[in-house]
């Protein structure tokens, strides 16, 4: 894949995950305002789980910031497009399907 077109979609998507972080946070926050009301048990309940379901989502999105970053700090070295693990080349295909991708469809598959 032209390294143009990666950094580009790598970009992109990077704001959506920022995006996404900061509507997390928002939500976040009006979740605890609303924990002060009064309520069962299960309305009490609620906002504690929804925090955990939260944290979760947060932590998969921060994950996912750090992937990309590694896949634009490639672009600047000149090794994207490269397997991290075997050096092996990746195919375009794949790129294009996660620009982000740090592994050919094989070593992934073998890692899980």
Same mark, same amino acid.
């Given at each position: 894949?032209?390294?143009?077109?990666?950094?580009?979609?790598?970009?992109?998507?990077?704001?959506?995950?920022?995006?996404?972080?900061?509507?997390?946070?928002?939500?976040?926050?009006?979740?605890?305002?609303?924990?002060?009301?009064?309520? $069962? *048990?299960?309305?009490? #309940?609620? &906002?504690? =789980?929804?925090?955990?379901?939260? +944290? @979760?989502? !947060?932590? %998969?999105?921060?994950?996912?910031?750090?992937?990309?970053?590694?896949?634009?700090?490639?672009?600047?070295?000149?090794?994207?497009?490269?397997?991290?693990?075997?050096?092996?080349?990746?195919? $375009? *295909?794949?790129?294009? #399907?996660? &620009?982000? =991708?740090?592994?050919?469809?094989? +070593? @992934?598959? !073998?890692? %899980?």
């Amino acid at each position: 894949m032209d390294t143009n077109r990666a950094n580009e979609l790598l970009l992109r998507e990077r704001a959506e995950v920022e995006n996404l972080l900061k509507g997390l946070g928002e939500e976040t926050a009006e979740d605890q305002d609303a924990e002060g009301e009064v309520g $069962d *048990e299960a309305d009490r #309940a609620q &906002p504690l =789980a929804a925090e955990y379901e939260d +944290e @979760a989502v !947060a932590g %998969r999105l921060a994950d996912r910031l750090e992937v990309i970053d590694r896949a634009l700090k490639r672009i600047e070295d000149g090794t994207y497009g490269l397997s991290v693990r075997s050096g092996t080349p990746i195919p $375009d *295909e794949r790129l294009e #399907a996660d &620009p982000a =991708a740090e592994l050919t469809i094989e +070593e @992934a598959r !073998a890692t %899980r």
